[in-house]
């Protein structure tokens, strides 16, 4: 069985998502999974360091998988992150 998850943590969630530019890098990576810091950057015409940091936060609040290739980190969804997108898309 399941244990709930706590409040604290919900809020680290809402928190880790609670931005325009997060919600785009969400969106960005459910259309175009595997993609770098410096890709999401480009495709979304935001300053690297800008999106180093948001997709930093979207990591810790547990949205997002980090894969090394190379010189290069990939980032895509994850489970949680597809249920976020669901509940984002109710909203609107």
Same mark, same amino acid.
Request: zero cysteines; charged letters at 25%.
């Given at each position: 069985m399941n244990t709930p998850i706590s409040f604290r943590t919900l809020e680290r969630l809402? @928190? %880790?998502? *609670?931005?325009? @530019?997060r919600i785009?890098? #969400?969106?960005? #990576?459910?259309q175009e999974p595997e #993609? *770098?810091?410096f890709e999401i950057a480009e495709k979304l015409k935001i300053n690297f360091k800008t999106a180093s940091d948001h997709i930093r936060r979207l990591a810790i609040a547990g949205l997002?998988?980090? @894969?090394?290739? %190379?010189n290069l980190v990939r980032h895509k969804l994850t489970a949680r992150a597809e249920n976020v997108l669901k509940f984002l898309r109710i909203l609107e």
């Open positions: 809402v @928190r %880790g998502f *609670s931005n325009h @530019r785009q890098i #969400l969106f960005l #990576l459910k #993609l *770098s810091v997002l998988l980090k @894969r090394n290739e %190379g």
